[in-house]
């Protein structure tokens, strides 16, 4: 059956296979040629991640582009295989990637961490998707801690941004300028309610942070912080050649079985930062759903684990990625649910929209205008990302705690988490909740903290 095919109510065609779902473009769903043309200029988004893995292994920029790019194209597996989502970075986890790594010293055994960290990540996602105890896994875990965790991987990412020598020290106008247009334009009230009243806003909106890369591409060379962009015709050269015999097991072997073990502290917090990308993911389909009972979309976390999961794995082997292979783009998925709430005409099937827009990306990285446009800033993208996802995870963080008392653990997590890593994160977090929660270790308490504020605000009114 194709895509034309499809009844009121029913799923896009697909091609069984075992727990996934395969579906083809032009065959089993529309191309939408909207979102594949901007993801053909979102794919500035993804190049962010090379000033991190060139500062991280210092590896040559053309080798860093090899690794994106490969990321690129297994970002297609999950509309490909059946997950409804935009996958993206495991944004939040970055800094505490990066803390760890930092501990070994640059070069074969830096890269190696690295290996083992992505690899232990994969396998774990695989085995916790494969067995359906994912959702057993992090119900175990305090709540005190899991919000500390959250907390912290926030603040880290803000911190990355604002430290000595990090990006703000690099580009302190135009991050000053592109952050303060990127919140107003994603989190101002003023802006939404302006954005429903006028179509051009709207249509900025549903942007996501491009336009603000935009403007950083024009504002960096004004203030002198970055060189006019030269534009380049042709295709990029990634370097797959290097990337295999400096970067990868081909040329470096296995990592030594210690670094499996000793990662296995800031591999659990970047699970739990991850399964709460699951979760969003999850509550932003039904979303959509709820306003397209024309065609059911099916998400199923078990599925979404065993794909990035696998995402993970490969990379790890063919390009260890910094950035990690995460669930979720929360911004672009946000921006393609509200375009698909629009209806079919918009966007026949939920699959056509994020698997062409993810065909634009793929094909964005290819095309040598577009990567020497945004080349000069991709320091600004990169500091943008943090920022907003340090806005992000803080609020989640806090949510995440049931009482005052948690919300102390969990600060006290949070800074431990930034300074000291992960292990020394958790050892601080389960010694408090043993401390103060004793045999309530795992259930903790709850209070009215968040509840008095909605009491107070009703009372108000």
Known sequence: MKWKDRKYGEESPYIPAGPFKIRLPFIHYRFEWPDYIQGLLMCAVDLSAIPLLVSLLGMPFEVALAIVILNGLFYLTHHLLGDPVVPGWIT????????????????????????????????????????????????????????????????????????????????????????????????????????????????????????????????????????????????????????????????????????????????????????????????????????????????????????????????????????????????????????????????????GGIGSFRWGTNTGLALLPIVSLVQPILGVALALTMLIQGYVSVKVGVLEARSQTDLGIAGIIAAVLCIKGATWAFAVGILLCLLIYGKNFFKGEVDNTFSKDQQSDTEKT
Request: aromatic share 12%; net charge positive; proline share 7%.
């Open 92 to 351: 939040p986890a970055i800094p505490l990637i990066i803390l760890y790594c930092q501990q070994f010293p640059e070069g074969p055994e830096r890269v190696h961490s690295l290996i083992a960290f992505q690899m232990t990540l994969g396998l774990l996602s695989i085995f916790l998707g494969a067995t359906g105890l994912a959702t057993k896994v992090v119900q175990l875990i305090p709540s005190a801690m899991k919000a500390g965790i959250i907390l912290g991987a926030g603040l880290a990412a803000v911190i990355s941004v604002f430290q000595i020598g990090g990006k703000f020290d690099e580009f302190p106008w135009t991050i000053t300028i592109a952050i303060g247009i990127g919140f107003y334009l994603l989190f101002s009230k003023h802006f939404a309610t302006f954005q429903k009243r006028n179509p051009f806003l709207g249509i900025i909106a549903k942007l996501g942070i491009f336009p603000v890369i935009i403007i950083a591409v024009v504002i960096a060379p004004l203030f002198g912080e970055a060189p006019w962009p030269t534009i380049q015709w042709g295709f990029s050269s990634p370097d797959f050649i290097t990337l295999w015999s400096e970067y990868t097991i081909f040329g470096l072997g296995l990592p030594p079985l210690m670094m499996f073990v000793t990662g296995l502290p800031t591999v659990l917090a970047a699970y739990i930062v991850l399964f709460g990308d699951v979760l969003q993911s999850k509550a932003l389909i039904a979303d959509g759903a709820a306003a397209r009972p024309d065609e059911k979309v099916e998400y199923l976390p078990s599925r979404a684990h065993l794909i990035f999961g696998l995402r993970n794995s490969f990379m790890s082997i063919l390009g260890p990625d910094v950035t990690m292979s995460g669930p979720n783009w929360t911004a672009m998925q946000v921006v393609m649910i509200e375009r698909y709430k629009k209806g079919r005409k918009a966007m026949d099937s939920f699959f």
